[in-house]
């Protein structure tokens, strides 16, 4: 079955940059997108941005432009996000999920399956 | 970027209907924007419900529907259960990104 297997809590100081991993299995890694979405505390969902891991192309959220960067590697079939130039109010529980085809579309598959999240503190 | 909009809170009774609806600062939402709905629960990870407006996983029970109400998309429980209380968002889509609803956090009682 598909899976999503997330990296550990991190704390990180102001300024600093955290890399967020998400591990895939139960499926053709190259063959479907990964999105980043975030939850501040006590907040709503907040959707980063997305890669394709065909072709490794990335799209971000016009907010995170210039701080975000999302890669894939197909070797180990994970799936990362570095944000960088972190601030207080980017502590936040950071999710990884599944999106659509890169090569057939699946409207199915997309946001189906999710990691099991990961706690990102910024704090001095 | 788009702004899109829910109720903040709902309640329904057990065994009652609730309608929560997801509009957006952009005018009339339709099928392009590939509408998803999805329930959270405290400490858990969203759960897709609803995807591209009306299909619905199978997980989901019948009691959840999605549609289309007066330029916005909806998600319509009927008969709730004390199990549905829970946070609902809303997705769409706007031409290759992603934006979310505030969210409605919905009370059985």
């Known amino acids: 079955q598909v899976q999503l297997v997330q990296s550990g809590a991190e704390v990180k100081q102001p300024g600093a940059s955290v890399m967020v991993s998400c591990k895939a299995s139960?499926?053709?890694?190259?063959?479907?997108?990964i999105h980043w979405v975030r939850q501040a505390p006590g907040q709503g969902l907040e959707w980063l941005g997305w890669?394709?891991?065909?072709?490794?192309?990335?799209r971000y959220a016009q907010k995170f432009h210039g701080r975000v960067t999302m890669t894939g590697d197909r070797s180990i079939t994970t799936a990362s996000m570095e944000l960088s130039s972190l601030r207080s109010d980017d502590t936040a529980v950071y999710y990884c999920?599944?999106?659509?085809?890169?090569?057939?579309?699946?409207?199915?598959?997309?946001?189906?399956?999710w990691g099991q999240g990961t706690l990102v503190t910024v704090s001095s | 970027q788009a702004v899109v909009t829910q109720e903040p809170s709902l309640t329904v009774s057990p065994g009652g209907t609730v309608t929560l609806t997801c509009g957006s600062s952009?005018?009339?939402?339709?099928?392009?924007?590939?509408p998803y709905w999805f329930q959270q629960r405290p400490g858990q990870a969203p759960r897709t419900l609803i995807y591209?407006?009306?299909n619905k996983h199978s997980w989901v029970p019948a009691r959840f529907s999605g549609s289309f109400l007066g330029g916005k998309v909806a998600l319509t429980l009927s008969g709730a259960q004390p199990e549905d209380e829970a946070d609902y968002y809303c997705?769409?889509?706007?031409?290759?990104?992603?934006?979310f609803g505030g969210g409605t956090k919905l009370t059985v009682l």
């Open positions: 999920a599944r999106g659509s085809g890169t090569v057939v579309p699946a409207p199915v598959a997309r946001f189906q399956s």
């Open positions: 139960g499926y053709i890694f190259s063959d479907y997108y």
């Open positions: 890669i394709n891991l065909n072709d490794g192309a990335p």
């Open positions: 952009a005018g009339v939402v339709t099928s392009g924007h590939l």
């Open positions: 591209e407006t009306f």
């Open positions: 997705l769409l889509h706007y031409g290759g990104d992603w934006v």
